[in-house]
């Protein structure tokens, strides 16, 4: 059996991003990642720029400068400043080509048409030079740039409106189990209603995957193989819950194997989520999660969310694991690494109570895991464990 960091290892080395690329509406692409480098096609600044509400100057020695004019945001002129004048300008406006600085309005006094310097300036000061964040026909972001809110507003202010980036991987999900009964639906003793590939989905949709299509199958081989052979040709990821442990009516594994699904690895020395499986067949990722819920959702954040930002291009990923100081006692049992579902806040973590790998309830009120490598024993208060931050907000 391998260790956690072994199988995060495995998922990060064999999870490359795809070759597709899309054009997008920039308005869409939050989250996606650049296909192609993006050359600047205009200067940033587009003209010299005031930093300020103030003055800008055709400076000299003295203090005092005689005030011609005004220049105000959106304005299209260009009033010309002989030595020692000054125009009226305020932030974001088109400095003068004449003017040489800009000082705020703050370090100046005004009478009628004259003002008086209350603090020396700098040539340069307050002035955005033209292309100052890129020029045009520069390089403005490299292939491989993940667009954040930020990425996209620099795109938008130099007049792009589409992108092209990798392809966001589709996604099946199956579940796997004779006993779901779909919610809505009445309850016959032995059934219990089917809630891993509504969690699934609602993971994936927190991290902006939308081609997610959702499967059922009956604990039955041949049911089981004709749908895994089917889903695997119609999309680039395949998430399995339940049916890959050792039971009698298990059988993802075997038909994962009889479809030549190359294994990577199969069971993870951790608790929960012991029965992981991930493969490969051609360029196709498969997991398959153990059917209780918990240990799905704890293996989804730990495992395939780095793989599903690696196979769109997101190469710089990896989930937000941070240090804080635990509130609560817990003695560990075994000797495989944890994962246990905890709220995070400001610093302290408290290891909730109701840690079986059946128990959404608890994991309904987490916002983080707290990981226990194999070789911890125990944690007391006031312990620093590692957090991961669970991406749901
Ligand atoms: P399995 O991994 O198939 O042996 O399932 C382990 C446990 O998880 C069993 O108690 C199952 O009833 C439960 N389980 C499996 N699949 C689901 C599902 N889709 N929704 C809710 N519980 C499930
Ligand atoms: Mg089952």
Do not use: W
Request: glycine share 8%; aromatic share 8%.
């Amino acid at each position: 059996m391998i260790s956690v960091e072994q199988a995060i290892a495995i998922v990060q080395n064999n999870s490359s991003p795809t070759q597709s690329s899309e054009v997008i509406s920039l308005s869409e692409s939050v989250g996606h990642v650049l296909y192609s480098d993006i050359v600047a096609p205009i200067n940033m600044p587009p003209f010299r720029q005031s930093a300020m509400d103030g003055y800008a100057l055709n400076t000299h020695e003295a203090s005092t400068y005689t005030l011609t004019g005004e220049v105000k945001a959106g304005d299209n002129h260009h009033p010309k400043l002989n030595i020692g004048e000054a125009v009226r300008i305020f932030t974001g406006a088109p400095v003068p080509d004449s003017a040489n600085a800009v000082i705020m309005q703050e370090r100046v006094s005004v009478n009628n048409s004259q003002l008086t310097l209350e603090s020396k300036v700098s040539l340069g000061e307050n002035i955005r030079p033209l292309g100052e964040q890129v020029s045009k026909g520069q390089i403005a972001l490299t292939k491989g740039t993940l667009l954040t809110p930020a990425a996209i507003a620099f795109l938008n202010s130099l007049g792009l409106i589409e992108v092209s980036v990798y392809q966001k991987p589709s996604i099946a999900i199956v579940v796997t189990g004779n006993e779901l009964a779909e919610a809505g639906q009445g309850l016959s003793h032995g059934q219990i209603y089917e809630s891993n590939a509504g969690m699934l989905q609602a993971a994936l949709k927190n991290l902006g995957y939308l081609k997610v299509s959702t499967y059922k199958v009956a604990d039955d081989y041949s049911k089981t193989l004709n749908l895994l052979d089917r889903v695997i040709n119609s999309h680039d990821v395949v998430l399995v819950s339940g049916g890959i442990s050792v039971g009698d009516y298990d059988f993802v594994g075997a038909a994962l194997q009889e479809l030549n699904v190359e294994q990577l690895f199969y069971k993870v020395k951790q608790k929960p989520g012991k029965p992981l499986f991930f493969g490969k067949k051609s360029q196709k990722t498969i997991f398959a999660l153990p059917g209780n819920p918990a240990a799905a959702l704890s293996c989804f954040y730990i495992y395939i969310h780095i793989a599903l930002e690696k196979l769109s291009g997101n190469l710089n990923f990896s989930f937000t694991q941070i240090k804080a100081k635990s509130v609560s006692n817990y003695i560990k049992k075994g000797d495989r690494g944890q994962f246990l579902k905890a709220l995070y806040s400001n610093g302290k973590v408290e290891i909730l109570d109701g840690q079986s790998s059946s128990m959404l309830h608890t994991f309904a009120l987490a916002n983080a895991l707290v990981y226990l490598p194999e070789t911890a024993d125990s944690i007391k208060t006031n312990d620093p464990v590692e957090v991961v931050l669970l991406p749901i907000n």
